[in-house]
Nanobody, 125 residues
Framework: VQLQASGGGLVQAGGSLRLSCAAS????????MGWFRQAPGKERELVAV????????YYADSVKGRFTISRDNAENTVYLQMNSLKPEDTSVYYC???????????????????WGQGTLVTVSS
């Protein structure tokens, strides 16, 4: 299984970015997908999760109302639309594919089988 994240970059506070994660290697539409982030010196944290069908979503309180997770099962891709970005959103963002046994919502890292390589998002003040 391969997960290829892209879309990171440098943006000013208040700006927007859209991250993409292209998946291959197993039936994409069967698995919940998540976005995590990790800032320097901090622990990895969950950002958002989307169910296999795309019907259900879950967000960390810190991004609720600003970020939107979505997926296109025909294109085997999950997205993270990030609006009203803040300097504290600066992190490396990782997409991950949850294991089939995970309960909803899969908020812990141990619920995920596969991880992408990460894409850096830097928000300047």
């Amino acid at each position: 299984v391969q997960l290829q994240a892209s879309g990171g970059g440098l943006v000013q506070a208040g700006g927007s970015l859209r991250l993409s994660c292209a998946a291959s290697g197993r039936p994409f539409s069967r698995y919940n997908m998540g976005w995590f982030r990790q800032a320097p010196g901090k622990e990895r944290e969950l950002v958002a999760v989307i169910s296999s069908s795309g019907v259900s979503t879950y967000y960390a309180d810190s991004v609720k109302g600003r970020f939107t997770i979505s997926r296109d099962n025909a294109e085997n891709t999950v997205y993270l639309q990030m609006n009203s970005l803040k300097p504290e959103d600066t992190s490396v963002y990782y997409c991950a594919s949850a294991n089939a046994r995970s309960t909803w919502p899969p908020t812990g890292g141990r619920s995920y089988d596969y991880w992408g390589q990460g894409t850096l998002v830097t928000v300047s003040s």
